[in-house]
């Protein structure tokens, strides 16, 4: 069973940057399109960024711009590079496949953009 594992969190002020990380035990990242999610205090959860096995990236309108998703093939890891983070991003961050995930989510990492 593939399991994810996110990291890179933190609380940050409004501006600020982060890199989140996400380490997958099995060798999907290079065959898969992988997707990085998030969810809000009562808030469903929603797709922020995904690339493709041949590094397509797409993005929600609401980071477009700031995120920056990629890959590490060798490393069977994927990293979502977060700039100029706003409020409204406070979120607990998962990774995932996309468009349909996976049954074991991890336990995700939060980030708290607050000043």
């Known amino acids: 069973q593939v399991q994810f594992v996110e990291s890179g969190g933190g609380l940050v002020q409004p501006g600020e940057s982060l890199r989140l990380s996400c380490a997958a035990s099995g060798r999907i990242v290079s065959i898969l399109t992988m997707g990085w999610y998030r969810q809000a205090p009562g808030k469903e959860r929603e797709l922020v960024a995904s690339i493709t096995a041949g590094g397509r990236t797409t993005y929600a309108d609401s980071v477009k711009g700031r995120f920056t998703i990629s890959r590490d093939n060798a490393k069977n890891t994927v990293y979502l590079q977060m700039n100029s983070l706003k409020f409204e991003d406070t979120a607990v961050y998962f990774c995932?496949?996309?468009?349909?995930?996976?049954?074991?989510w991890g336990q995700g990492t939060q980030v708290t953009v607050s000043s």
């Open positions: 995932n496949t996309y468009p349909t995930g996976l049954p074991s």
